[in-house]
């Protein structure tokens, strides 16, 4: 991929970053999908799902300490999708779609759903 880069052809692709995305879709970790890395990986966009255990739970997203550069996009609650506001509070079985950088990925995760990532 850098070979080509240099060549001065962009619209390149690693079939091996494809594949390990393939891969990472499909294991099922804690209830957590990574969807989409964006921009070579320096943007993540994961789907969650909030366990009965997890600190946020019953939490509004005003009270909950997201570190910068991260944030709640989309929960999808049963058959509805809500576009979150600092007064929705979150639910048990709720899917969060979260959008994270690789530096602050793994407390974002933790702090949502109280595991260790």
């Not at 080509?4 to 970053?17: A, E, M, V, Y």
């Not at 997203?61 to 999808?76: N, T, W, Y």
């Amino acid at each position: 991929e850098e070979v080509f880069r240099q060549l001065g052809i962009t619209n390149t692709f690693s079939i091996t970053k494809v594949l390990s995305s393939l891969i990472e879709q499909r294991v099922d970790s804690l209830g957590i999908t990574n969807l989409i890395p964006i921009d070579e990986g320096k943007v993540n966009v994961t789907e969650l799902v909030l366990g009965a255990g997890a600190p946020v739970v019953g939490q509004p997203l005003s009270k909950i300490a997201l570190p910068e550069g991260s944030l709640i996009a989309c929960v999808l609650r049963g058959h509805d999708v809500i576009v979150p506001r600092g007064t929705t509070e979150l639910a048990e079985r709720d899917r969060l779609v979260v959008v994270t950088t690789p530096n602050n990925h793994g407390e974002v995760l933790n702090t949502l759903t109280g595991e260790e990532s």
